[in-house]
């Protein structure tokens, strides 16, 4: 919100329309808590690594969104790009008995609440990226865009604080894991502005697929902080990879 008003975009709200606020909201909230709420959890139950390529699906829907509606260039390039992070998550799950395997520190994996937080997370950002590169393409509102965003989302998370379990947990968290969230959100809000800023600059299919070569920088940071926590057998980094270069071909 601050940043809207301190580039101008919070005095031109009345050139976006009523059906748009309401567009934007939907998407922010779809986006955080359908999406990033999803996400979370998917990551609790399987880890980063496995998570990746399975989210990378999104970009799939966001890219035939694009293409069917909002009559994006359809390339070889980019189908190519599309069977890549088709085969990306087949790939990473294709030995299921060693991924039922019990991590370093003694975790066992929980793949059924993994496919299930990783399939909606997945279909939450891709019509959570149509409809944001929808609405903002060519309105030079992206940050404004991200205002009623997070603004939307953070009024259905505010008001769930009104649950008592949800209060007790806040109240158990230790000053490191406060600490660890600040610094999530601060970088994670950065990365969202950005975001909305690239909906408003290029297409949908283009945006979504960048978006998704965190799964290598995820896979980098994996390992050198988290790796008791994390998988890392063969097929399992290949499917990652696998997921981060069709989102690059995606994007030529």
Do not use: C, W
């Not at 955080?32 to 880890?47: E, H, K, V, W």
């Not at 891709?126 to 953070?154: D, E, K, P, R």
């Amino acid at each position: 919100v601050v940043l809207a008003f301190l580039t101008g975009q919070g005095q031109r709200a009345g050139e976006l329309a009523d059906s748009d606020y309401g567009l934007l909201a939907f998407a922010g909230v779809l986006n955080f808590i359908g999406g990033r709420y999803s996400n979370f959890m998917a990551i609790q139950a399987i880890g980063a690594n496995l998570t990746a390529p399975l989210r990378t699906f999104s970009t799939l829907i966001s890219a035939v969104l694009g293409f069917t509606v909002l009559h994006e260039e359809v390339t070889e390039l980019r189908l190519l790009g599309l069977a890549l992070i088709i085969t990306a998550p087949l790939l990473a799950f294709s030995r299921p008995s060693q991924i039922k395997m019990e991590l370093k520190n003694g975790t066992k994996l929980k793949l059924v609440e993994g496919f299930s937080f990783s399939g909606v997370a997945a279909v939450s950002y891709g019509f959570a990226n149509f409809l944001l590169g929808y609405v903002l393409a060519g309105t030079s509102m992206s940050i404004l865009g991200a205002a009623v965003a997070h603004a939307a989302a953070a009024t259905v998370m505010l008001a769930t604080l009104a649950i008592p379990r949800n209060q007790r947990g806040i109240a158990d968290l230790g000053i490191n894991s406060l600490y660890v969230f600040l610094l999530v959100s601060v970088t994670m809000i950065s990365a969202q502005v950005l975001r909305f800023a690239a909906f408003e600059r290029a297409p949908v299919s283009v945006v979504a697929a960048l978006v998704e070569t965190l799964a290598f920088f995820g896979l980098g940071f994996a390992y050198l902080i988290n790796r008791d926590h994390e998988l890392f057998s063969r097929q399992v980094v290949v499917g990652v990879a696998l997921a981060v270069v069709g989102a690059i071909v995606l994007t030529i």
